[in-house]
């Protein structure tokens, strides 16, 4: 059972590259999440997705796109990567006001 | 005021103390609670869901006080492997969001 699998684990990018970061989880949840989060802060979310079909701005959503591909799969992409862009980002799902389960993180570095 | 709001830390207690943490949340409407545990930047993973009634796992006991709108994690008998940073969560059902605090910096020191 490997729960929420993100991709890649790292990727460097040059200023203005794009990218997409896959997130799939196979708890049937039908809740999911982005977030990011910097050197000496917390977590801040970027997108959800309530339900298949639905998707929602969070606490810092510009600069990026979702896309919630089905029941399993939700993805984030950078159309034009900027430099405070650089974190890590994590995908997580959930049912309803259960715990989330979080995966391994992106560690996303943009020069 | 942040609706999430914990002391960062770092606490730095010895082996075998008793610690506990704090953590406030501004909405009253707020219905679903967790203490997560993150180690070194790495995903954060559940240590424990918060009732009304208090509960506990081993060594972790957490309680949620409504009225005051906080919750607390007690951790007896400290482990080196403690150490991590402890993260504060509130769900508010409707809003499908899970605020998080930013977190609280535990040492356990030889």
């Known amino acids: 059972n490997a729960g929420v699998t993100q991709t890649p684990k790292f990727q460097v990018l040059k200023t203005g590259q794009s990218m997409t970061l896959q997130c799939a989880q196979d708890?049937?949840?039908?809740?999911m999440y982005w977030y990011r989060q910097d050197p000496g802060m917390g977590l801040r979310l970027i997108y959800y997705?309530?339900?298949?079909?639905?998707?929602d701005k969070g606490e810092v959503p510009n600069g990026y796109n979702v896309s919630r591909l089905n029941k399993r799969e939700f993805s984030l992409r950078l159309e034009s990567a900027a430099p405070s862009q650089t974190s890590v980002y994590f995908c997580?799902?959930?049912?309803?006001?259960?715990?989330?389960?979080f995966g391994d993180g992106t560690r996303l570095s943009i020069l | 005021r942040k609706e999430v709001e914990q002391d960062p830390g770092p606490f730095n207690v010895p082996e075998g103390a008793t610690v506990a943490f704090n953590c406030t949340y501004s909405?009253?409407?707020?219905?679903?609670f967790f203490w997560y545990r993150q180690d070194c930047r790495k995903e954060p993973k559940l240590l424990m869901s918060?009732?009304?009634s208090g509960n506990e796992d081993g060594r972790f006991t957490a309680q949620l006080n409504r009225a005051s709108q906080y919750i607390s994690l007690l951790i007896r008998d400290s482990k080196l492997s403690d150490s991590a940073t402890y993260l504060c969560?509130?769900?508010?059902?409707?809003?499908?969001?899970?605020?998080f605090g930013t977190g609280t910096r535990l040492k356990v020191l030889a």
């Open positions: 918060v009732y009304s």
């Open positions: 969560v509130v769900f508010t059902s409707g809003t499908y969001k899970y605020i």
């Open positions: 708890m049937n949840h039908n809740s």
């Open positions: 909405n009253s409407a707020s219905q679903s």
């Open positions: 997705s309530a339900s298949e079909g639905t998707t």
């Open positions: 997580a799902s959930s049912v309803s006001n259960q715990p989330q389960h």
